[in-house]
């Protein structure tokens, strides 16, 4: 589904600040898989993100999503294939919007938009039974302004709405770790329901090993560009916190990475 070859992207290049924040990435994602992604500050993490999503483009290499070549396009033609959440929960709704409005927009991502109503009676009855999922009591509160929804509540809005035009491929850019302990489990356990229950393609940067091993049937690490580890399967499951910090704790050397916490 997703297929990076020799992916190289430099920041600044010819200055004294020149970065090299990828360094040669080949990676192939194939459909269904949901990949984790760990490494230090600054070891690429965001950029590979950014430029999978067309933010930024690489300066060589290819990036192709389902077969095709889609290295030079921009994040917006992008949208028909990307969904993508971010670690800043208003960054993915429209807070002066409704909730369906909102989900309205969702509906409509990567398509063509007309001048008829955004929000008919059919689509109100969808957004009700879809919202259910969340458990979170939103289902009867579609008129309410995103902006009066808590962070949490707001980022699982988020991540349904990401999720609703079913994406080639989901990208989730830490997309708890600005919520509290409880509210992250909470939208961590959604995420992993409804990747599994629509087989999402999905890639999941995340700051913390525990939750890196425990979700996902994948896991790569990332280290000054390049992927210094591959993981899946039963390697993965298998694998314990306490040995990767043994074999990578140099490398690793952010403490919110070698945080224990689920």
């Known amino acids: 589904m997703l297929e ?9 290049r010819g200055t004294q600040d020149e970065k090299r924040a990828l360094d040669g990435i080949d990676l192939v994602v194939e459909k269904g898989d949901f990949v984790t992604i ?29 077969g095709r070549d889609v290295t030079r396009w921009p994040d917006y033609r992008l949208a028909c ?15 002066a919007m409704t909730i369906e409005e909102n989900l309205a927009l969702a509906e409509r991502r990567g398509k063509r938009r007309g001048l008829q109503w955004g929000v008919t009676a059919a689509y109100r009855r969808r957004f009700r039974e879809i919202l259910k999922i969340l458990d ?16 949490g509540q707001r980022q699982s809005l988020t991540l349904l ?28 356990l959604l995420t992993d329901q409804i990747v599994r229950e629509n087989n999402l393609t999905t890639l ?10 425990k979700h996902g049937n994948r896991m790569i690490m990332l280290h000054q560009g390049r992927i210094q580890m591959d993981v899946r ?5 298998n694998l314990t916190v306490a040995e990767l910090i043994a074999k990578f704790g140099k490398t690793l050397k952010d403490e919110t990475l070698l945080s224990c916490d689920s």
Do not use: C, W
């Not at 990076?4 to 600044?12: A, D, G, H, W």
């Not at 979170?136 to 962070?151: F, V, Y």
């Not at 999941?204 to 091993?213: D, I, P, R, Y």
């Not at 399967?233 to 499951?237: A, M, P, S, T, V």
């Open 4 to 12: 990076l070859e020799n992916v190289i992207k430099v920041f600044n």
């Open 38 to 66: 760990i490494g230090s500050n600054g070891a690429g993490k965001s950029t590979l993100l950014n430029v999978i999503a067309g933010t930024h483009q690489p300066d060589e290499g290819h990036v192709r999503i389902n």
């Open 81 to 95: 294939y990307i969904a993508r959440v971010f670690q800043d929960p208003t960054m993915g709704t429209a807070g």
């Open 136 to 151: 979170l009591g939103l289902e009867d509160r579609l008129k309410l302004a995103t902006g009066l929804l808590s962070g």
């Open 161 to 188: 709405m990401a999720t609703l035009s079913l994406p080639k491929v989901l990208l989730l850019d830490e997309h708890t770790a600005a919520l509290d302990p409880r509210t992250a489990e909470k939208v961590t």
């Open 204 to 213: 999941m940067v995340t700051h913390n090993m525990n939750q890196a091993l």
């Open 233 to 237: 399967g039963e390697e993965k499951k």
